[in-house]
Nanobody, 128 residues
């Protein structure tokens, strides 16, 4: 089955750090720009961060810039999201996905329809 498998979520307090992992299953993630989105209760899924297929460029939503870092290890077919200084507003289910285009070097997209191979997500809950 072609999908991503997210893990690493959990309960945290404001100011804590968490590291999410995304393992590509059934496809080679090194061919694709990869991204993280999140969906809070009652809200639409929103873009969080993206990383170039080569690992040489990243792009962040303003709400997480300076606090979150997206990383990838192509030898492990995996992508990560290092989340520091967590806030209650970061509470959401976090999803990983791959760009529909291979080896794309144009501008990053923050649009959900750009991406495919969505996983089941991992829950992050931040208390104040």
């Amino acid at each position: 089955q072609v999908q991503t498998v997210e893990s690493g979520g959990g309960l945290a307090q404001a100011g804590d750090s968490l590291r999410l992992s995304c393992a590509a299953s059934g496809f080679t993630s090194s061919r694709y720009n990869m991204c993280w989105f999140r969906q809070a209760p009652g809200k639409e899924r929103e873009f969080v961060a993206a990383i170039r297929w080569s690992g040489t460029g990243t792009y962040y939503a303003d709400s997480v810039k300076g606090r979150f870092t997206i990383l990838r290890d192509n030898t492990r077919n995996s992508v990560y999201l290092q989340m520091n200084n967590l806030k209650p507003d970061d509470t959401a289910v976090y999803y990983c996905a791959a760009d529909r285009r291979t080896y794309y070097s144009g501008s990053f997209s923050d649009t959900e329809t750009t991406y495919k191979y969505w996983g089941q997500g991992t829950q992050v809950t931040v208390s104040s």
